[in-house]
């Protein structure tokens, strides 16, 4: 018999910090997304109840897991698309979290994600899983986009296991960091005047990201939950104009809101890609969504599991009040989605040395600290040191011919891992005592490029390498060196600088 105690600890602006899971024993879970905006979240709560976590990464050099308790902490590499890598999957697991979703960006991404699910759940029939648990999307409607047709159906493939299932359906989550919650405040901070699609009179029913991981914790091996569907949400049903007009209001930002009948899901796409920080495939599965109403059916989970959901608006004075404080634990744009590109691996942390052009320079710098400081806070809002008029007009040349620009910025301002999206580049290796930092660009390229700093015998050493593609790649590295020779020359100066 599984008997518990759970207690959750709170900050001092009601969110929650950890909770302390008394059980008869504890519990092994696998948590699969380990690296994504929900998995990065739970695993700590995870480790300060005393579970024993076995985190599924692709890629090991990209998981940054926290540094205490790693007793209690394992860490396997295995891709859901490839079969053979799950035997590696521990016999003895108890539970398991599949919060796993391939890039919506993919054209194929419904084959990718009904694959992943057989797999996964071959895999973990294997091992002695009492439940897994697994976090989809309302699908309430007749009529469902292909996105929310995909979670569907990955759920339908996770009931054939021999496990009990329990699926949690969430509209849009409402946290720093989240997806959904990032375009709503690009669309309200910065435009004064919206000239927006029909779907915003489609309803919704949002809900926080506290109250997502309270439910998903409390439902951990919770018999009442077995081999049954949930919905959850606030208890707020609004349309997303009045959600985008509440934003503003906690903002205290004062916006006008027109609706225009007659924009085109492409018109409409467009819009939430050039506005906002998505990526243009992105974007057109976003509109392709929110023509779908996402309102729970009921909502009897909440007295199950004995939660008190908080109001959309509370989510957002939460979500706004970690932003102000620096503590953003997840952001969807350190996702792969968010460029729209194939995962790059991590493994690939070494500069090419064949077919490529190369802007080599090296100084000696003043103080290491500093400029290592520099380095590591390039970016975002700090900007690129030199010539950052000349960046943005890069990155705006990038959103024009669909790349992601420089709109992202960086989730942290001080602190870098590999994986993590810094504008239009991705982190590949990071590692402040070596003193080496490599970028990856992100931006649409007629060939690959990368950006690398490294300190060597009291010099920063600053590379950038670019791997033509055909003759295009050779007239864009010829086309651009004059800017180069500007750019490069004065941001090594800057970050070598007293």
């Known amino acids: 018999m599984y008997i518990e105690i759970i207690s959750v600890f709170y900050d001092d602006f009601g969110d929650i910090k950890w909770i302390l899971q008394i059980n008869l024993f504890w519990m092994k879970i696998l948590l699969t997304g380990a690296t994504g905006y929900i998995g990065k979240r739970l695993l700590p709560l995870f480790l300060e109840a005393g579970h024993h976590v076995v985190c599924a990464v692709r890629d090991a050099k990209r998981f940054h897991p926290p540094v205490y308790r790693q007793s209690l902490l394992e860490v396997v590499e295995m891709d859901l698309l490839d079969l053979d890598s799950l035997t590696k999957i521990p016999k003895n697991i108890d539970l398991a979290f599949y919060l796993v979703h391939s890039m919506s960006s993919a054209s194929d991404y419904t084959k990718l994600e009904q694959q992943s699910a057989k797999?996964?759940?071959?895999?973990?029939?294997?091992?002695?899983?009492q439940q897994v648990i697994y976090l989809s999307g309302?699908?309430?409607?007749?009529?469902?986009?292909?996105?929310?047709?995909?979670?569907?159906?990955?759920?339908?493939?996770l009931q054939k296991g021999p496990y009990h299932l329990t699926t949690f359906r969430a509209g849009i989550i409402i946290g720093s960091g989240s997806a959904s919650f990032e375009i709503m405040r690009d669309l309200v901070e910065k435009l004064p005047v919206m000239v927006t699609p029909k779907w915003l009179h489609?309803?919704?029913?949002?809900?926080?990201?506290s109250d997502v991981l309270l439910i998903l914790t409390r439902s951990m091996l919770c018999a009442e939950t077995y081999d049954q569907n949930f919905d959850i949400g606030c208890p707020d049903v609004l349309s997303y104009k009045e959600m985008l007009m509440e934003l503003a209001a906690v903002r205290g930002l004062g916006r006008r809101i027109f609706i225009l009948p007659v924009m085109t899901p492409?018109?409409?796409?467009?819009?939430?890609?050039?506005?906002?920080?998505?990526s243009y495939k992105l974007a057109c599965?976003?509109?392709?969504?929110?023509?779908?109403?996402?309102?729970?059916?009921?909502?009897?989970?909440?007295?199950?599991?004995?939660?008190?959901?908080i109001s959309y608006r509370e989510a957002l004075e939460k979500a706004f009040f970690k932003i102000e404080n620096k503590e953003i634990p997840s952001s969807w744009k350190d996702a792969y989605s968010s460029s729209g590109m194939e995962q790059i691996s991590t493994q690939m942390a070494q500069l090419p040395q064949f077919g490529c052009f190369a802007d080599r320079r090296e100084l000696m710098y003043i103080n290491r600290e500093k400029t290592l400081e520099r380095i590591w806070s390039i970016g975002g809002e700090t900007g690129w040191y030199y010539g950052n008029f000349l960046w943005r007009i890069r990155g705006y040349l990038d959103k024009l011919v669909g790349g992601v620009g420089l709109r992202r910025g960086r989730t942290n301002i001080s602190h870098i891992a590999a994986g993590d999206?810094?504008?239009?580049?991705?982190?590949?290796?990071?590692d402040?005592?070596?003193?080496?930092l490599l970028l990856y660009a992100e931006m649409k390229l007629p060939g690959e490029?990368?950006?690398?700093?490294?300190?060597?015998?009291?010099?920063?050493?600053?590379?950038?390498?670019?791997?033509?593609?055909g003759l295009a790649g050779r007239f864009y590295w010829y086309a651009v060196l004059p800017f180069h020779g500007f750019i490069f020359k004065g941001m090594i100066a800057k970050l070598c600088a007293s």
């Open 119 to 129: 797999n996964f759940r071959m895999a973990v029939a294997t091992t002695n899983v």
């Open 138 to 157: 309302i699908v309430n409607e007749s009529e469902l986009s292909d996105h929310l047709r995909s979670r569907m159906g990955v759920e339908q493939e």
């Open 202 to 209: 489609t309803r919704c029913q949002p809900i926080g990201i």
């Open 266 to 278: 492409r018109l409409s796409s467009y819009w939430l890609y050039f506005v906002t920080s998505t």
């Open 285 to 309: 599965s976003l509109v392709d969504s929110m023509k779908v109403e996402v309102v729970c059916r009921d909502l009897r989970i909440l007295d199950i599991l004995n939660v008190c959901p």
């Open 421 to 430: 999206a810094l504008d239009f580049w991705r982190v590949l290796y990071a």
């Open 432 to 436: 402040k005592e070596e003193g080496r």
């Open 449 to 469: 490029a990368w950006l690398e700093f490294r300190i060597q015998d009291n010099k920063l050493l600053q590379t950038a390498i670019f791997r033509p593609l």
